[in-house]
């Protein structure tokens, strides 16, 4: 097995899948948008650069992102291969990520539109374990995290207005992605739309 993609709208459940997907592969999670939103936390010269795009729900620029990705897949723990979460998001991002490293599976996850806000505008995150979490649909266990140390983490980018941004970013600029790794004969849909433990079925099944 090469590398996996985790493809699909804000929302999906690309990060909750990577996280069990994870359990079940060892491949390591690679997630742009967390690597972003370190560096705009640590203040790096790629965070301050993405720090405006990431406010407005729009797509930071191709060479940014692909400076992140050669500079991690190096790393020794992706000798073997990675799980991306939100990378590639435009054509030029897959193109360039095929002349780096084989994509065995792009697995989308499907949900539709009108989903996608009350995903988004409910979601927590453990900001010490990474956990991910939604007030209703997947809320914090009455016991804690199981982590034990639950610190509730929300994305300044998780409110109304800008997902719907990036819902339109999604749809102008990443989902012609589909058809590309379509022709290349790597891509498989599931219903997103459905409980998370079902989706984790079906995708492990794509892999097995
Ligand atoms: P993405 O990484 O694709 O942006 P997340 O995994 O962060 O998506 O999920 C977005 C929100 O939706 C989170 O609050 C998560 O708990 C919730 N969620 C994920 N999968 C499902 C599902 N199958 N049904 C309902 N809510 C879900
Ligand atoms: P979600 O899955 O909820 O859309 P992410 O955490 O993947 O959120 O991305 C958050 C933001 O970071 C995006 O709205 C975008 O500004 C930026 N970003 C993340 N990954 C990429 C990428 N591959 N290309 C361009 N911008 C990206």
Redesign the pocket.
Known sequence: MGSIV?F???????????QRIMDQTGLPQV?T?DMLRAAVKSGTPVGKEAKGYMERGELVPDQVILALIRDRIQEPDAANGVMF??FPRTVPQAVALSEMTDISHVLA?D?PDG?IVE??C????CGNCGT???????PVPASGCPCGDYQEKRRADDNEGTVLNRLEAYHQQTSPLAAWYDERGVFHRVD?????D??TTDLLAVLN
């Open positions: 985790l699909g709208p804000p929302g999906a459940g690309k990060g909750t899948q990577a997630s948008g979460d939100g996850i949900v989903r995903r988004i409910g979601r927590a995150t991910v979490y939604h007030d209703t649909f997947n997103g739309d459905r409980a998370i079902e989706i």
